[in-house]
Every structure is written in structure tokens, then in C-alpha cells.
């Protein structure tokens, strides 16, 4: 049973680039998550997507953008890449948005450097 | 969601038993204690969830005081492997509550 996958796993980009992260979620999961994570912190929600439709947003610009896909693997893009966005970005999957306290897993992340 | 608090540091030596301490005296009635851990580097990893009842998996334990203001996370027998920032979240269930808001944690460092 995979779990949830990233690509890549590293990834250098230069100020005013754009970057696209990919997640497949674990299988049998139709919802997913991402979150930044800064270095010496928690990891901060971004948005989450079901159905194919972005359910609910954190405090992110509109600069950080994402797609859900009909088999629920999911991209986030990140327009004119500031500094400030060099973080861990982690995507998480789970069951089910109507409900339950069902947990999430995260994948390993994708490690982004912009320069 | 209700906001938790976490001492930043423990230390436990190995081989000893894992005691993790969260305090969430706003939570509301509706809403579970999770428990998640991240080992350097790599993506949280979930070890427990509950709602007042006490609740024991193959990782760990959560204890989950009566009126639910607080709960303590137990380790049994920590190894070196167990070294890593644990988060306590509180959320709520149903409908748009299915983000995790993560806290700084406590950084366990389990010794030789």
C-alpha cells in the first residue's frame, strides 16, 4: 500500500520564477492538503482540495495556487517566487471531507530553495 | 480549533517511559486530541487521536484528563528513534474542519 508520494524532492528556482509541486495521495485518500513549513516551525495549512475544488484556503496569497485531479493527486503552483518562500512544502492525505476525525498522512515533502 | 500549549524541550533516556504534556483548556466539546511527530527533515507522522476516552495503539498511549483541558501523550519504552518535534492539535470534526493547525511542539530527545 503506497503511501503519500512527492515530486521532486528537491528543488532550486531563482526569484520571479513559477514552481509546480506534485503529490499522489495514499491510495484509497480523495482528500489532500498542503502546508509550508519554514525552517524551526510548524508546519502552516495552505489549502485543501476534494472533488476537485479547493474546499478551504489558510492565509496565503493568491500567488500559491493549486489542482486536484479526477484520480485526487494534486499540484500546488507558486507564481513570482519570493525569497520568503523557501520552506519544506508538504502534502498531506486523508478520507473523506464530510466528516469524522479521520487523520492525515503527509508525504516527505518537497524541499524548495529560491535564491 | 482551540489553541494548545507544549513545553518547547524534553529529555527521557532510553529504555524509560515517554511523558508529553499538552494543555488545551479552551477546547470545545466537539473537538479531538490528535498527536502527530515529525523526525528531522522528513513529513509529520500521525501516531493518535481521541475524544475523552483514553485511547492506546502500538506507538502510544493518550491519556485525556476528565475535563478534557489537558492530556499527556505516553511513550512506553522510548528509544533513540523517538527523537523528534511532537505536535498536540485540537480540531473539530465535520465538514470544512479538516486542517491540521500545527504549534511550535516539544522536542523530545531521547538520550543514550
Known amino acids: 500500500d503506497a503511501g503519500v508520494t512527492q515530486s521532486p524532492t528537491h528543488l532550486i528556482k531563482t526569484r520571479g520564477q513559477q514552481v509546480t509541486l506534485r503529490c499522489s495521495p495514499k491510495s484509497g485518500h480523495d482528500t489532500v492538503s498542503w502546508y509550508q513549513q519554514a525552517l524551526g516551525q510548524g508546519p502552516q495549512f495552505i489549502f485543501q482540495y476534494y472533488e476537485e475544488e479547493e474546499r478551504q484556503r489558510g492565509n496565503f496569497p493568491d500567488r500559491f495556487s493549486g489542482h486536484q485531479f479526477p484520480n485526487y493527486s494534486s499540484e500546488l503552483n507558486v507564481n513570482a517566487l519570493l525569497l520568503g518562500d523557501s520552506a519544506l512544502y508538504l502534502c498531506?492525505?486523508?478520507?473523506?471531507?464530510?466528516?469524522?476525525?479521520?487523520?492525515?498522512?503527509f508525504g516527505p515533502g518537497t524541499r524548495l530553495t529560491v535564491t | 480549533d482551540a489553541k494548545t500549549t507544549q513545553p518547547p524541550s524534553m529529555d527521557c533516556a532510553e529504555g524509560r517511559a515517554a511523558n508529553l504534556p499538552c494543555n488545551h483548556s479552551?477546547?470545545?466539546?466537539?473537538?479531538?486530541v490528535y498527536w502527530y511527530r515529525q523526525i528531522h527533515s522528513q513529513g509529520p507522522q500521525y501516531i493518535i487521536h481521541g475524544l475523552k476516552n483514553n485511547e492506546t495503539n502500538e506507538m502510544a498511549s493518550l491519556i485525556i484528563t476528565e475535563d478534557r483541558k489537558s492530556s499527556t501523550l505516553i511513550l512506553p519504552h522510548a528509544t533513540l528513534r523517538d527523537t523528534a518535534v511532537y505536535y498536540c492539535i485540537v480540531r473539530a470534526y465535520g465538514g470544512a474542519t479538516n486542517k491540521l493547525i500545527f504549534g511550535t511542539g516539544t522536542l523530545l530527545a531521547v538520550q543514550p
Open positions: 479552551t477546547i470545545s466539546g466537539n473537538e479531538y
Open positions: 498531506a492525505s486523508s478520507l473523506g471531507f464530510s466528516g469524522g476525525p479521520y487523520e492525515q498522512y
